[in-house]
């Protein structure tokens, strides 16, 4: 099965900052269709899980454009411009190239 | 609003079997996957397996092949998980979740039920 690896387990940001939260793939989820079968989601406490971005890049409807998806193959990245309270919360990346489908072991954000 | 509301927390006792409903409001169930996912220890992320609503057909992770049962009813517009033989190792929160087909994300997810295995 491909693996998902998100090496931070935390990371800690003011308000106003930018943080990217990397997610590194076991093998390329880059299909022969071009897009890479990735998926991003945030989980805020008392929630229901949301998603941020597909195909490792394009935001899902109402994601605010600070939410920013990128990389390709194997190595993906989610980043957070101008980071606020309200973005706390645990975030995942998702493969769906091949079954099982996996996830990332998550990473909490937490303000300094 | 599409919403997919999920029963209540759930006290199984070791060995017995438990079965999780996810109510579709909104939206006809039909019309798209239901999948579900167990997370443990209040981090980590298992997919369980999808239900195709219109046809009953089902797809689970191996590792969860005969622990999980996935079935619909589209009378209610409800999906179900049934767990079996259930331990320790199952006491997670589960979800539900809706696959958006052709763009290859969940769109939206249930609350999440917590079940504890105890005696």
């Known amino acids: 099965q491909i693996t998902l690896t998100q090496e931070a387990e935390s990371l800690w940001v003011s308000p106003g900052e930018k943080v990217s939260i990397t997610c590194r793939a076991s093998?390329?989820?880059?299909?022969?269709?071009?897009?890479?079968?990735l998926s991003w989601y945030q989980q805020r406490l008392g929630q229901t899980t949301k998603a941020l971005i597909y195909?490792?890049?394009i935001r899902t409807d109402g994601v605010p454009t600070r939410f920013i998806g990128s990389g390709s193959g194997t190595e993906f990245t989610l980043s957070i411009e101008d980071v606020r309270p309200e973005d706390i919360a645990l975030y995942y990346c998702?493969?769906?190239?091949?079954?099982?489908?996996?996830f990332g072991g998550g990473t909490k954000l937490e303000l300094k | 609003q599409v919403n997919l509301l999920q029963s209540g927390a759930a006290l199984v006792k070791p060995g017995a079997s438990v079965k999780l409903s996810c109510k579709a409001s909104?939206?006809?169930?039909?019309?798209?996957?239901i999948h579900w996912v167990k997370q443990s220890h209040g981090k980590s992320l298992e997919w369980i397996g999808y239900?195709?609503?219109?046809?009953?057909?089902?797809n689970y992770n191996e590792e969860f092949n005969s622990k999980a049962t996935l079935t619909v009813d589209r009378s209610t517009n409800a999906a179900y998980l049934e767990l079996s033989r259930m331990t320790s190792e199952d006491s997670a929160t589960y979800y539900c979740?809706?696959?958006?087909?052709?763009?290859?994300?969940?769109?939206?997810w249930g609350q999440g039920v917590m079940v504890t295995v105890s005696s």
């Open positions: 195909h490792a890049s």
């Open positions: 239900i195709n609503p219109n046809t009953g057909y089902t």
């Open positions: 998702l493969q769906t190239l091949k079954k099982p489908w996996t």
């Open positions: 979740t809706r696959w958006r087909r052709i763009l290859y994300y969940f769109d939206h």
């Open positions: 093998q390329s989820l880059l299909y022969t269709d071009g897009k890479d079968y």
């Open positions: 909104d939206y006809t169930i039909s019309d798209y996957f």
